[in-house]
C-alpha cells in the first residue's frame, strides 16, 4: 500500500468517487474531519461504507483520541463491519497503543474478526515524541506508524509548521524520529499528508523524499495528491533491475556475504534492501 487518502466520515459521495480511485487505502475518518455534533451520524455513515462495494481497496477508520473519551464508541459502531484496520490519532506511546489492542481483542472475540490493524498516528503531542523508540514489541496488530504536523504544531505552539518550503527543524525531528520508530519496530513508517493543496510540486517533493529516505507510504487529503504519491513509491525498472541482479548474484553464491556487481561491492544489507524493491513492486522473490 503506497497511498492512503483521507475520506471524511460523514460523506457517502466523497467515499463512492475515493473507492472508485487510485489509492491503494483509505482511511475512513472520524476524528477532525467530523464536527462533534455530527459524531453519531458519522458512524452509522462509515458502517453503511464498510458494508458496501470496497472497490479492491483497504479500508481503515480513523477513530477519535482516547483522551476525547468517544473512542470505544467508534470501535463498537465500526468493528462489527470489519474494518481492514484502525487508525489511532495523538497516540502518545505504546501504552495507548496496548490499550486500544486490548480493546480490539475483545471486539474481534465477539465477532469472530481476524485481528485488525492498527496505524498509529504517532507524533501529534509534544510528549509522544519521546516515546517513539519503544514501539518494538508492542502488539503485532501495530503494521504502520504515521507522523503528522498539524496537531504537533498546535502542541509546541508553533506558528507555523514550514510545509511548502519544507518543514522546520521541530517537524523534521518528528519525521525523523517516526520513521527510526517503525524501522525499530519493524512496521511501516508512512508519511504525513501534504496540506499544500494549490501546488502539486510540493507534494511530489514530499513523496520522494519520503521514499528516498525510507518511508513505506503516504497518506494523502485529496484525490489529486494520489497519483504522484502512487508514482513516488512505485519502484522504476532501474530500480528493480538492480534489484533482480542483487538477488542473483546472492542466489549463485548463497554462503557469500559480499558480491561483485558492475564493479560495486554489493552486501547482505543491500540484499534486503532489493528484496524490499522486489516487494513494492508485488514481485515474488
Request: contains cysteine; glycine residues 10%; aromatic residues 6%.
Amino acid at each position: 500500500m503506497r497511498s492512503f487518502l483521507f475520506v471524511p466520515g460523514d460523506s457517502a459521495r466523497k467515499f463512492e468517487k475515493a473507492v472508485g480511485g487510485d489509492a491503494d487505502a483509505l482511511i475512513l475518518d472520524l476524528e477532525d474531519s467530523v464536527a462533534a455534533s455530527a459524531k453519531d451520524a458519522a458512524r452509522g455513515t462509515v458502517g453503511d461504507m464498510l458494508r458496501g462495494d470496497r472497490g479492491g481497496k483497504a479500508l481503515f477508520v480513523r477513530v477519535n483520541a482516547l483522551d476525547t473519551g468517544l473512542t470505544l464508541a467508534d470501535l463498537a459502531a465500526v468493528l462489527p463491519h470489519a474494518p481492514d484496520g484502525i487508525c489511532l490519532p495523538k497516540c502518545e506511546g505504546p501504552e495507548d497503543l496496548n490499550r486500544v489492542a486490548n480493546y480490539l481483542a475483545a471486539f474481534e472475540a465477539a465477532h469472530g474478526l481476524s485481528p485488525v490493524k492498527i496505524i498509529a498516528i504517532a507524533t501529534e503531542t509534544a510528549a509522544s515524541l519521546f516515546t517513539l523508540g519503544g514501539y518494538a514489541g508492542c502488539d503485532k496488530r501495530l503494521w504502520g506508524m504515521m507522523w503528522g504536523a498539524e496537531d504537533l504544531a498546535a502542541s509546541l505552539g508553533a506558528r507555523e509548521n514550514g510545509a511548502r518550503e519544507g518543514f522546520h527543524e521541530p517537524f523534521r525531528l518528528a519525521r525523523n524520529l517516526c520513521l527510526a520508530g517503525a524501522a525499530a519496530a519493524g512496521v511501516v513508517a508512512i508519511d504525513t499528508i501534504c496540506a499544500v493543496l494549490d501546488d502539486l510540486s510540493v507534494v511530489e517533493r514530499e513523496a520522494r523524499e519520503a521514499r528516498r529516505d525510507g518511508f513505506g507510504a503516504k497518506a494523502v487529503i485529496h484525490p489529486k495528491h494520489v497519483a504522484p504519491v502512487n508514482a513516488a513509491f512505485t519502484p522504476t525498472e532501474e530500480e528493480l533491475d538492480w534489484a533482480r541482479k542483487v538477488l542473483a548474484a546472492f542466489a549463485e553464491n548463497p554462503d557469500a556475504g559480499v558480491v561483485r556487481i558492475d564493479g560495486q561491492m554489493i552486501d547482505k544489507p543491500h540484499e534486503r534492501a532489493a528484496r524490499k524493491i522486489m516487494a513494492a513492486a508485488g514481485q515474488e522473490v
